[in-house]
């Protein structure tokens, strides 16, 4: 499917993104380890 202005490659800057933010943590604390989770496995908080 295509369309004016699609963003053909918006799966790509999400992934650039992440690990560009994982990056940074290193920097920040080298220290410690980064644990995290999916969204889809963390569950639904209290409400």
Known sequence: MTYPGKLKLILTGFSEAA????SAYALVHPEKPLHFEYSTTAGVPDA
């Open 19 to 22: 690990i560009a933010a994982r």
